[in-house]
């Protein structure tokens, strides 16, 4: 499972952002699963200032540049970071532990 932080200030509506990439439908607060092709089972919560997404590879009919473009454009949207943010981030916590 990984944790990406929220920017500070930023203050996304995740349920609407899930529905506007996705198509799907529930309450982030309480955790969701869902599926999307290209990418595979998803499971995702909020806590606190973090959103928490655990994917579970699926074989996939439509893997495409396309699928991994929304991805991170969904990503970016819900956390207020770029993917080289993102990155930095992830990077820094790898050296700390």
């Not at 529930?26 to 595979?40: A, R």
């Not at 454009?73 to 993917?83: Q, Y």
Request: proline share 3%; net charge positive.
């Amino acid at each position: 499972m990984r944790s990406y932080s929220i920017k500070r200030g930023h203050k996304p509506d995740l349920n609407a952002l899930i529905k506007k990439y996705f198509g799907v439908e529930g309450d982030v607060e309480k955790g969701m699963d869902f599926e999307v092709d290209g990418i595979g089972k998803i499971h995702m919560k909020k806590e606190k200032n973090s959103l928490l997404i655990e994917t579970e590879p699926v074989p996939s009919k439509s893997a495409s540049v396309d699928i991994i473009k929304r991805w991170n454009d969904f990503l970016f949207d819900a956390t207020g970071r770029t993917a080289k943010e993102r990155k930095k981030l992830m990077e820094k916590e790898m050296l700390g532990k």
